[in-house]
């Protein structure tokens, strides 16, 4: 009994100590906060494990249309993607901008998605239809909820969701656009050549 | 007293949500739309280009318009070349849309 008691008394002054010292650290100050200073190894893999598993969770049960990989939502959600998320995920052609290399953590590349980030480990990139669903999925809820402290807005509140459908289905097809590709999907003008006549 | 009150703070909400609302619209951006680059589209091998690919598609549905505008303006001056001046007399066969409409991108 009395040894049980011991052991109750030591874990509770361990946790304390450690809450105290949390606690202190918490209010030292001391934890470098700026974006040009990365997180610790450890820090860094526990936030990155809770994100990928938070976001997992949470798109798991949306509905994707079926009609995702149309010319009409290539079109919508090419020029919404120029006009919004280029500036931070890059367009063709380009591999750096001022927010790619400023904000932490980087916002991903989504013009060159490593080749086999389907997951399945092949190295073929291809991925079957599941892991394709699953990354549609995810791209929409990110979208639409964006990631607290990173830098990614949640476009929710202001675009609809058929208009986030859009871009989930542009970002599917973005890495095998060329630059010329992209530019003409994406220009919300029209050819300036049917004007010339006019 | 109370309901204009009321009133009065779901109009100034509605108004500020639709405010908000407007300022995302497409047509919003339309102010520094850029122009597609058909030309690009033109160096493409049209061979290698796959029409089932909602790309090309899409592509296609961008470029269209001026496309066959292009080629409505190359026949036109062909038939001058070959001295029909009547044909150059025709209405420009923009302005004949309306008997031929074309396909309209979304």
């Given amino acids: ?11 509770a002054l ?26 610790n190894q450890l820090t860094h893999k526990l936030l990155e494990t809770l994100r990928e598993r938070s976001i997992a969770r949470a798109a798991r049960d949306i509905e994707a249309p079926a009609d995702l990989n149309t010319s009409e939502r290539l079109l919508a959600g090419g020029a919404d993607y120029n006009d919004m998320c280029a500036g931070c995920h890059l367009k063709p052609g380009k591999t750096e901008s001022d927010f790619s290399i400023g904000l ?25 239809a599941e892991n394709d669903n699953a990354d549609i999925k995810r791209n929409f809820w990110v979208i639409k909820h964006g990631i607290k ?13 058929e208009r986030i459908w859009n871009m ?14 992209y530019q003409i999907l994406t220009a919300r003008g029209e050819d300036s050549e049917e004007h010339h006549g006019q | 007293m109370k309901i204009k009150t009321h009133i009065k703070v779901i109009t100034l909400s509605a108004l500020a949500f639709a405010i908000s609302a407007q300022a995302h619209d497409p047509k919003e951006h339309m102010k520094d739309a850029q122009e597609p680059d058909c030309a690009a589209m033109k160096d493409m091998d049209h061979s290698k280009m796959d029409m089932d690919d909602p790309v090309t598609q899409a592509m296609m549905k961008k470029c269209m318009k001026g496309m066959d505008h292009d ?36």
């Fill in chain 1, 104 to 128: 932490y953590p980087s916002p991903p590349n989504l013009t060159s998605i490593a080749d086999d980030d389907d997951g399945d480990g092949d190295g073929d990139g291809d991925g079957d």
């Fill in chain 1, 168 to 181: 989930a289905a542009f970002l599917k097809r973005l890495p095998d656009l060329s630059a010329d590709q």
């Fill in chain 1, 1 to 11: 009994m009395k040894k049980s008691i011991m052991y109750i008394k030591s874990i």
């Fill in chain 2, 71 to 106: 080629k409505s303006e190359n026949d036109q001056t062909s038939d001058e070349h070959h001295g029909d001046k009547e044909s150059s007399e025709e209405p420009h066969p923009e302005q004949q849309k309306d008997e031929h409409p074309e396909p309209q991108p979304n």
């Fill in chain 1, 149 to 161: 402290a990173s830098g990614m807005p949640a476009w929710g509140p202001t675009h609809d969701d």
């Fill in chain 1, 14 to 39: 361990i946790a304390a100590i450690f809450l105290v010292g949390g606690g202190l650290f918490l209010y030292s100050g001391y934890y470098p906060m700026g974006a040009d200073v990365p997180h």
